[in-house]
């Protein structure tokens, strides 16, 4: 029964199990890649705001707020 369920007698493909590894492998980069892209974003996201809440606190010690709400988005 378990050679029928195999396919054939040879044992499991050496091809197959050969591209289990390398998806594998290819997964687990591709996620390692996602964290690090994700903490990138957070720290030019975390950098972005700063930049933002300094122009905010500059401006308002001009006394002129209207700049900040017409200007163009920091994180565009």
């Known amino acids: 029964m378990a050679k029928a369920l195999l396919g054939h007698v040879g044992g ?3 091809h197959l199990l ?3 590894a390398m998806l594998r492998r290819r997964v687990r980069d591709l996620e390692a890649e996602v964290l ?3 903490a990138q974003n957070d720290a030019l996201s975390r950098d972005g705001l700063l930049a933002v809440a300094a122009a905010d606190e500059i ?6 707020r209207e700049k900040v709400s017409q200007g163009a988005p920091a994180l565009a």
């Not at 401006?59 to 002129?64: K, M, N, Q, T």
Request: proline content about 7%; hydrophobic content about 35%; charged content about 35%.
């Open 12 to 14: 499991p493909d050496t």
């Open 18 to 20: 050969a591209e289990v």
């Open 36 to 38: 690090r892209l994700s």
């Open 59 to 64: 401006i308002s010690l001009d006394g002129d």
